[in-house]
């Protein structure tokens, strides 16, 4: 997303903007985004500068790391850019915009905090149930 220094008037501005994400390039391995990502931002101009707040939002899509499970989990953040600016620049915020929605992943995508995984010994998920193996409940 571009903004034109000269048009942002006084009041500020609110874009609404959608990208692509193989577009902007933010998947990961391990993550996919499955719907275009909503940036929603609202300009402001100083003496020599811009600030964009930004809301950003879509739909994380990932296999957990721990038991394997195909995982869908919103992603949402906000950050504040700030710029020097001339009053005719214009300035591209995408790569700002990218480094912040890689930032808000999380480091291992796990489908919930306290996931059980899978038994090392044969493969059973177990949030879904126990097997022979489970130390927990063997005796
Ligand atoms: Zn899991
Ligand atoms: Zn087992």
Known sequence: ??????RI???????EAAYDPKVLDVER??????EPIAVSSVITKAENAILVQAQIRGRL????ARCLEPFALPL?????????VRPSDVVD???DIRQEIILAYPMIPVCRPACKGLCP???QNLNAG????DATTAE
């Open 9 to 15: 008037p006084a009041e500020g501005l609110h874009e």
């Open 76 to 84: 949402e953040t906000a950050a504040t850019l700030s710029y020097q």
């Open 61 to 64: 899509r990932f296999s957990c």
């Open 1 to 6: 997303m571009k903004i034109y220094v000269n």
């Open 93 to 95: 915020i995408t790569e």
């Open 29 to 34: 391995f391990d993550l996919r985004l499955e």
């Open 130 to 133: 126990s097997c022979v193996h």
């Open 121 to 123: 010994a044969c493969g």
